[in-house]
DNA sequence: ATATAATCGAGACGGTACGTCTGGTCTTCGC
DNA sequence: GCGAAGACCAGACGTACCGTCTCGATTATAT
């Protein structure tokens, strides 16, 4: 997990525990509030009950943490069933809408992405590894609908897919998923963005 | 401005350009990727060009100079015309699109979002008098949508707004606002929200 | 007092007390058995009760501090009074006696001999600055006595001078200066020296 | 030689190397320049070539340590053969000479000089062991020496003791033990002492 | 032969200290 | 009065080291 793991010639063994009690230690005070640049090492070790020491030997920078923190959050992505447009779409948007209610996964995103300017690496990482792929996903599965004819072949398909996941975004990005019920707002968007909000001209 | 004026009996006289060199140093920062917990009213002082004296007289916490901050960004909003909801709706986003487009802008409201939790006053005050009225005028051009039978009646408004926006906000949460041209994504947006992404069973 | 003063333009004045608040510390802490290398300039602000900042402010190096210590120390050394040798011899030793007493002064002189590898500028200004010039007066003394012929002409003078001083100066370096009444075991070490513990063949 | 020896029931047996080479380390870095206080068991591991373990199973602190290092200083002292007063002290300084001389046996002793309040109970094992015994020796040749006419009988044999072994050790806590010839340094010094270096009165 | 037992090097671990840096306040100077 | 320079205390940070503990490998004894 660790970025550098020293060649092993003897010695007691690194406590896992403290791994998982110090990526805990992050995601709980990126929850709370805290800014990525603002957190040191040291806070961070004195909220995971562990020594400074541990925590350096583990990892040299902030940078080097966050990257295993943001493994931490990279959950397995959901699969379209391929069932139909409408409920292949469910599925995607389930999907993220879950990691937006997560309190401490949508926090860090967050945080991630308000000093992207600060953590190049970091963000870039965060983008092939979370955002790129999900977002293929959801091309290909209105490349389908347009082939079935259930979804308008003359839009531009990212247009569609920004106008979809942008509501749960800006809503991890305000902080306000309180009652954010992931399959209900999930279909609900779904609903509008295919149906269109004006009145059919009679 | 300020909070707190002194009497003034005699002496030299503050020097107003001291105020917008500060503002301005702390918007430049902001964008160039720092946090507002991060900075300080040192480094300001220092990127200003001015004592840390001069800082301090005037504000005495970050917050206070961040609500001036704040006044600065709230730039007159946009009146919707009434000429039709298509066109009012265009007008409203347009205005969005427009602060987003504004790195310094777009940067500091990013930043103010990420750490509402540590300025809960300047978030208060951002939203009542930024976010609120905005919203309030969506709801009104949306309301006469549907008087006019240009929106459909069964759908939450509420939801409507939040697809209209959603993609903006987003764009200013991540960023990524390089290849924005408020004209035309506003109409983009606008018209896929109006008239669906699904093809019409024939 | 210190290295390297600043060019003063304006700002507040260093507080002269902290500087002898330090250096007392310093001598404190070395009577207390501290070394030289053992001492660290946070231990020794700790111990003043200022700032580690204020010290560091004015010296940079131990090495610094330890000579202005140094410089505390030397105080002005008596003049023989030309009366005769024995007097003369006396008003030196005496002299010596009495720094050898100041337990603060001799734990320093003892530290800064035990540890004169490490601290070889040091070591070399205490040589120049406090040793030489004494060393040079007993040498003055015991050229004037052998003109007077008060001192044997066939003897090297600066074994002569060594005889005389090492007793003290082996007491300091031993620490045990307990019982030492410097106007009676100056007179006695003069008088066995001049007059030798052999008995007169008869 | 180590405090705590196992019960031996099996097992490997303690390389002996290592204990010599730990002793031969400590005298080593002594003489160039570091304080027993300075001194750590790591420090000490490192430069004999050893693991912290098998320093810190033999000696559990730096003071037992510092006790079999002593040990090793201790050299059978030298016995006056009882021809007469002046070469019985002649034995005898030279004795004190040649250790003087030896650098790693004389910066160990200085350092201890110079730390006895940090290590009392190393320091009175050294008086005890090293010092007393030839003090005693010291004391027993001067009361031969009035006995035998050749030692004046109204002066303190303190004082003459002192005066005889306090060049030697005055060289040993200054290091400046260059230019030490042990048989011609004590010689002199026996002579001065005792035919003194006042000019007989004509 | 095969347990048993201690040594040894490597290294993780908590704790502590160090020197640096920065933040906010206070003090002095010159205009 | 204002602005600039800078002293001052408090505190955090990253590093380094110390003494302890833990582990695999090795080496010797005892069964």
Known sequence: MNAELPVRRGGRRRDPATDSAVI????DMVA?????TGLSLVAIAKQAGVSRNSVYRRWKTKDELYLD?????NRPRPAPTGAGTREDLAVLLRGLAERVVDQ???SMLRALNAEAATFPRLHGRYFE?????????MNDVLRRGVERGEIRPDVDPDLIA???VSPLLARMASGSTDRL???????????LVLEGAGA???
């Open 69 to 73: 923190v943001l493994e931490t959050i």
């Open 24 to 27: 805990d230690a992050v995601l």
């Open 181 to 191: 019920d992931p399959e209900r707002t999930s279909r609900q968007i779904i609903d």
């Open 104 to 106: 401490r996964a949508s």
């Open 162 to 164: 920004e106008l979809l």
């Open 200 to 202: 059919a001209p009679a």
């Open 32 to 36: 709370a509030g805290a800014t990525l």
């Open 129 to 137: 590894e979370i955002v790129a792929p999900r977002r293929e996903a």
